[in-house]
Nanobody, 112 residues
Framework: QVQLVESGGGLVQPGGSLRLSCAVS?????MGWYRQAPGKQRELVAA???????NYADSVKGRFSISRDNVKNTVYLQMNSLKPEDTAVYYC?????????WGQGTQVTVSS
């Protein structure tokens, strides 16, 4: 059973930064960070291949950066210039996502 554990969320003021981490119990070729805000569908925020190729949702381009450490099987999401509309529960999963891999997520709240 593959497990993914997200961490690093919290409360931050607009314009602030957070770094999320996702510890994975197995090697997954392509990983993604997703988020779900209240009343909205879960959406892909960023994805990265094992070789480091990345892609981002238009709403976070230039502000978020996804990276991975293949030795530690950990995926990161550096979030800068955070906005209130970035408030959501953030999840990591394979990309495309695998149903059984969804974890508890980590809450990110951007508010003054």
């Amino acid at each position: 059973q593959v497990q993914l554990v997200e961490s690093g969320g919290g409360l931050v003021q607009p314009g602030g930064s957070l770094r999320l981490s996702c510890a994975v119990s197995a090697t997954i070729f392509r990983m993604g960070w997703y988020r779900q805000a209240p009343g909205k569908q879960r959406e892909l925020v960023a994805a990265i291949s094992s070789g480091g190729r990345t892609n981002y949702a238009d709403s976070v381009k230039g502000r978020f950066s996804i990276s991975r450490d293949n030795v530690k099987n950990t995926v990161y999401l550096q979030m800068n210039s955070l906005k209130p509309e970035d408030t959501a529960v953030y999840y990591c999963n394979a990309h495309p996502p695998i149903y059984n891999y969804w974890g508890q997520g980590t809450q990110v709240t951007v508010s003054s």
